[in-house]
């Protein structure tokens, strides 16, 4: 195996999911000014979905195009989102009436609400940076020069802002913003792994794209991330490497299926990430 270039998701893997409540409060507010919703009917329509997602997570995950994208279950910020886009839904097919003028027309406009109330939220997320992450990003660039990048569904002016607090970085990593995930094309190439709750769908052409303008050849490269669907499952499926980096939002499943796989990994920290990198690289 030889690795010549190095992707690290930021949420939550350079960054710790904790202090979320301004985040949550300028979505909501965002939210409730596009759709002409009184707080009042939103906090309940929200408190009804969520109670609902709780009782049935896998039917509650993300979606893209009519495809399972990945579950929420322990991701606080995939919960909120899922949730949203669930009450656009509900009020598109006409399960919640009369506490909104603005009805969505189709599934893109649910999805750019979704897009516009995140990016507007985004700025006043509070960021708390996970123990080392300077050194583990200014390590990334010892060992690949030039061959780092960052990657976020956020846009990169927002990534770049909050790069610039991590304490003891000194390297300037490229940053890929936007790189929208969670949008799934087809079922092509669909698996599921030995405990998966769900199948798998890793045509994510997009987040694809975006990876490729980084560095053309995936099969030399990796990604380091948090969740298996949104980040490993597509780099993976196309011959390249994943490495799951243990986090809250791990739910065990993953481990056997990437200790198996000839180009997987499972860190349980940002040391075994460089361990193993130290061993592929080019």
């Keep these: ?15 710790e ?7 949550f409060e300028a979505y909501a507010g965002e939210f409730c000014k596009v759709m002409n919703l009184q707080r009042g009917d939103y906090e309940t329509a929200l408190e009804e979905v969520k109670r609902d997602i709780g009782e049935q ?15 929420v279950q322990g991701d606080p910020i995939g919960t909120n989102t899922v949730a949203h886009i669930e009450i656009l839904e509900r009020i598109r097919r006409g399960e919640i009436q009369g506490i909104s003028v ?25 960021t708390f940076f996970r123990e ?15 061959r780092v990048a960052i990657v976020s569904n956020s846009r990169d002016t927002s990534i770049r802002r909050k790069l610039e607090k991590i304490p003891g970085l000194v390297t300037s990593p490229r940053i890929i913003g936007l790189a ?12 599921q792994p030995q405990g998966f709750p769900t199948s798998v769908n890793p045509d994510r052409p997009e987040y694809l794209r975006l990876l490729r303008e980084f560095h053309s050849n995936l099969s030399e490269l990796v990604v380091v991330g948090d969740n298996f ?28 299926f990437l200790q198996q796989h000839p180009r997987g990994h499972f860190a349980r920290g940002y040391d075994a990430v460089i361990e193993f990198l130290r061993s592929n690289c080019a």
């Excluded at 999911?17 to 985040?23: C, D, V, Y």
């Excluded at 009805?103 to 509070?126: D, G, M, N, T, W």
């Excluded at 929208?180 to 698996?191: E, I, N």
């Design 1 to 15: 195996m030889v690795i010549h270039a190095v992707v690290t998701d930021f949420d939550n893997t350079i960054t």
């Design 17 to 23: 999911e904790r202090g979320l409540e301004p985040f």
């Design 57 to 71: 997570p896998l039917r509650y995950g993300w979606r893209s195009n009519g495809f399972f994208s990945a579950p």
């Design 102 to 126: 603005h009805v969505p027309k189709s599934e893109s406009e649910v999805l750019e609400i979704k897009e516009k109330c995140y990016l507007h939220a985004y700025p006043q997320r509070e």
């Design 132 to 146: 080392g992450a300077g050194e583990y990003l200014n390590t990334l660039e010892k060992l690949f020069p030039g």
């Design 180 to 191: 929208q995930k969670m949008l799934v094309h087809s079922k092509r190439g669909q698996f």
């Design 229 to 256: 669907y949104l980040d490993l499952s597509a780099i993976l499926h196309s011959g390249g490497y994943g490495i799951l980096l243990d986090t809250e939002v791990t739910q065990g499943y993953e481990i056997p």
